[in-house]
């Protein structure tokens, strides 16, 4: 019997140290490092990030991301001229951008249009984006298109524009005057993402 006690009290001794090895914090700790390498280890500056791929790209209506960025354009540093070319390219609406301090425009300007009928957003066309740098003598340009009204009728006249440039709260309104049909099927009007100032194809 004496033998019995004597293994007993021994197996409860071995219990009782593998709990408290198992509760410390140290010997936590390699618990911790032995995580997959693309875990985030928080507050852990040279710890693995996760990958690449499970990043969600940012809108690049607010500026795009994963690519070297200059620095954002701010509303109060631009200063917008329309110009309207029926003439040659009926249908489009050209908007100069100007910067008084170098800067980059990258995506779509946020465009809402106000009519004789009420004010909505522009939709955004399929163009891909592209950085525009701008500065004191550079021009990148804003395009917007619409189906004339060939109708003969009244049709919508829109009057003025409500621009948030990329990346920007702040927005600004411009004088327009261009019309269209009241029907629809010739094509929604869209915005084009901001590109270098240059003379629109013939």
């Known amino acids: 019997m004496r033998v019995l006690r004597t293994s007993a009290l021994a197996l409860t001794a071995l219990v009782a140290s593998l709990s408290l ?25 040279g710890g693995s990030s996760a990958p690449d ?20 354009c ?5 200063s917008f001229d329309t110009q309207q070319l029926e ?3 009926p249908g489009l609406l050209m908007i100069a951008v100007e910067s008084s301090k170098p800067c ?10 106000h009519s004789n009928y009420g004010s909505g957003p522009i ?6 984006p592209v950085p525009v740098e ?18 003969g009728g009244s049709g919508v006249t829109y009057s003025n524009l409500t621009i948030t440039p990329p990346d920007n709260t702040k927005s600004v ?14 094509g929604p009007i869209t915005v084009d993402p901001i590109v270098a100032a240059g003379t629109p194809e013939d």
């Open 21 to 45: 090895t198992a509760c410390d914090p140290v010997g936590g700790a390699d618990a911790v490092d032995a995580l997959p390498t693309n875990s985030a280890k928080p507050g852990a500056g």
């Open 53 to 72: 791929a499970a990043e969600t790209p940012k809108d690049p209506g607010a500026g795009g991301e994963g690519r070297a960025k200059g620095t954002p």
């Open 74 to 78: 701010k509303t109060e540093d631009l």
């Open 87 to 89: 003439d040659r390219k």
């Open 104 to 113: 980059e425009l990258y995506g779509f300007a946020k465009v809402v249009a």
């Open 123 to 128: 939709d955004k066309s399929d163009e891909e």
């Open 134 to 151: 701008v500065a004191p003598g550079q021009t990148a340009r804003i395009d917007i298109h619409y189906p004339p009204n060939t109708t």
């Open 173 to 186: 309104t411009v004088d327009v005057g261009f019309n269209v049909g009241v029907d629809d099927d010739n």
